[in-house]
């Protein structure tokens, strides 16, 4: 049954919008996500909401906060991610546009726009105000409503000089909380979705393909009819390149499907390649690396796909080697029915309207953290507002979504912990 309660009159959107601002402007790069933890502890802590800090290493932590029930009901965890991208200046270089975290975030009218408040600091904001929205009601839930703020979400993984957890991703921070008992019932993964419901993620892979070469002087190279003879690693990779984008292809034909949250896409794409001395071009290059991100539906065989790429690069007869190193397997949650039931419900009471049948192809076939929770055994979906367009092309979030999306939130937080 449903249960009544007007949560709206107890979330205040521009308390929502300056929040989600101050989230999006707080200097915290992927990896570093310590100073944004400390913030958002310090936002509950100054709200009167209990709340720690859950340390993993000197610069990443999570933060945990409970609305804690009288006992016997169902318990809710709201999950967000503290990182958004890396800084530094391997981005400065290798991606030739300004720092998103040094950018930022901003306000125009009701939209919110910059990289860091889409992904994921307006949500995170939005969860937030939802637990304020909740204690101030004044109701009585059986079950806990817990707040969770996790670094490493995003995609990094150690390799080649770059090495430690500090450059961990892909769940990096949900499989620390879960692992050390911050567990419920249920997750509800707060990301934008175009307020579609998806408890199907994929997984991901991460390859280093390498060939290599012959370290000769200008005039001293040849460059012979046969490119597979060719001294230079780079020119050889180019055979490599094409016969991956050609599989590249084929894999996303062959593993495409339509699921009950929409259609599953599982691309690939080549992210880094690195060869030769940039101030040093006199040499042919010796080595030469591509760095692939492969995405896995659930189910996959990170070894069986690995295989299948290495027959691949195989077939450029140039003598190269694939490296794995990263697996992250997707999933598809089990028992979320009655959770997604109380979404759609939710959704339709504060808008008066269904929510979309399936989610974005590309919402079903990222990387989300459900995958971690669903793994664990616990029910999980991702659910959120829209990421709208304006017609410069631009990105942004509206504010009046974030406060019904807060509305909602608060509705399933009541009707599934009561």
């Not at 709206?8 to 200097?27: G, P, Q, V, W, Y």
């Amino acid at each position: 049954m449903m249960l009544e309660t007007d949560f709206a009159k107890h979330i205040d959107a521009e308390e929502l919008a300056a929040l989600a601002l101050r989230l999006a402007n707080t200097f915290s790069p992927a990896g570093h996500e310590q100073p944004l933890a400390e913030v958002v502890h310090s936002w509950f802590e100054q709200n009167g909401i209990p709340v720690r800090l859950q340390p993993i290493l000197p610069d990443r932590a999570n933060v945990v906060a409970v609305l804690q029930g009288t006992g016997g009901g169902a318990s809710l965890i709201f999950n967000s991610h503290l990182d958004t991208e890396v800084s530094g200046p391997e981005y400065d270089w290798g991606m030739a546009q300004p720092d998103i975290n040094k950018a930022g975030a901003h306000r125009e009218g009701n939209k919110l726009l910059g990289h860091t408040v889409l992904n994921d600091r307006g949500l995170m904001a939005t969860t937030m105000i939802t637990l304020k929205a909740l204690r101030d009601s004044g109701i009585g839930l059986r079950g806990d409503v817990i707040f969770t703020a996790v670094a490493g979400e995003t995609g990094s993984a150690p390799v080649d000089e770059y090495q430690g957890a500090n450059y961990d991703g892909k769940g990096f921070g949900s499989r620390f909380l879960i692992s050390h008992g911050v567990r419920a019932n249920y997750a509800l993964i707060a990301e934008t979705t175009d307020f579609g419901l998806s408890w199907i993620a994929c997984g991901a892979c991460y390859f280093k393909v390498v060939v290599a070469g012959r370290n000769m002087y200008t005039p001293r190279s040849f460059r012979p009819d046969d490119v597979r003879q060719h001294p230079n690693a780079i020119v050889k990779m180019a055979r490599v390149i094409e016969k991956v984008e050609a599989w590249a292809r084929q894999y996303v034909a062959s593993r495409s499907f339509e699921s009950a949250c929409g259609r599953v896409v599982p691309k690939v794409s080549i992210g880094a390649i690195r060869g030769g001395i940039p101030y040093r071009p006199n040499r042919t290059s010796p080595y030469c690396a591509i760095y692939v991100d492969v995405r896995i539906v659930p189910g996959d065989d990170p070894l069986r796909v690995q295989r299948e790429l290495q027959s691949v690069v195989d077939s450029a007869e140039v003598g190269a080697r694939v490296e794995m190193f990263l697996a992250r397997n997707g999933a598809e949650g089990t028992n979320v029915e009655r959770l997604a039931a109380v979404v759609r419900r939710c959704y339709k009471q504060v808008t008066g309207e269904d929510p979309p049948a399936k989610a974005p192809e590309e919402v079903v076939s990222m990387w989300r953290d459900n995958n971690v929770f669903n793994a664990a055994g616990i029910p999980s979906l991702t659910f959120g507002c829209a990421r709208r367009k304006d017609e410069a092309g631009r990105l942004y979030l509206e504010i009046h979504d974030l406060e019904v999306t807060a509305t909602v939130y608060a509705q399933v937080a009541q009707n599934t912990c009561a």
